[in-house]
């Protein structure tokens, strides 16, 4: 079955320093995979995609991913935190069929340390 | 501005009370989610619809329903048989495969 795998429940890390959110993925063929950012209370709001092609994507807010094939991994990257960083961020791959479906991960919760 | 509008923004459920959330979009997305975010557990399908007038049950339908009559609304109902609705739920739209844009949520709240 689909999966999508966040290992870190919780990340802190201090502004300014670099980050990466580790993301991992089951599935039988070159998935779509995406991340998103919600702050709290809020709706989630798409950082990037990768469909195809070159295999370092770029986003908004700084952000960049890298989907590795031989890993099955689509890890978030930023070179300088920012306190304004501080949220959910949810990996999701489309589902296989042509019902649009993501399915997500279970999110890793960001704290920015000043 | 296009965009998916959910309301209202917080909902309070009396015990045994159907209650029903409004989603809303402008994008012109066939294609309507509706998810339930607990603390810890990530974002679950409650139901899809990829088109006017038909609808599928995702991974927790139990307790839910809803209805697709125009394109732009997919509104999701809870209903009493729903045990334990408290909760944050999340609408979405897209247009297949672009990925989805989320409404701004509905807390419940069983009072």
């Known amino acids: 079955a689909q999966s999508v795998t966040q290992p870190d429940i919780h990340i802190t890390v201090s502004e300014g320093a670099s980050l990466e959110l580790r993301c991992n993925y089951s599935y039988g063929a070159t998935p779509y995979l995406f991340w998103y950012v919600q702050s709290p209370g809020q709706g989630l709001q798409l950082l990037l995609k990768y469909f195809s092609g070159d295999t370092l994507v770029q986003g908004i807010k700084g952000f960049e991913a890298e989907f590795k094939r031989s890993q099955s991994s689509f890890n978030l990257r930023k070179p300088s935190v920012h306190w304004s960083d501080a949220a959910e961020y949810f990996c999701a791959v489309g589902a296989k069929g042509n019902t649009g479906k993501l399915i997500f991960g279970q999110g890793t919760t960001l704290q920015v340390k000043p | 501005d296009g965009g998916i509008t959910q309301s209202p923004k917080y909902l309070f459920r009396k015990e045994g009370q159907n209650v029903t959330l409004s989603c809303e979009q402008n994008?012109?997305?066939?294609?309507m989610y509706w998810y339930r975010q607990d603390p810890g557990q990530g974002l679950r399908l409650i139901y899809y619809?990829?088109?006017?007038?038909?609808?599928q049950k995702g991974d927790i339908a139990e307790g839910y329903s809803v209805s697709r009559e125009k394109k732009e609304s997919f509104p999701l109902t809870v209903t009493s048989a729903q045990k334990n609705p408290t909760a944050f739920y999340l609408c979405a739209s897209s247009y297949r495969p672009y990925g989805y844009t989320f409404g701004s949520g509905t807390r419940l709240t069983v009072v």
């Open positions: 619809s990829q088109i006017v007038n038909d609808f």
């Open positions: 994008l012109n997305h066939d294609a």
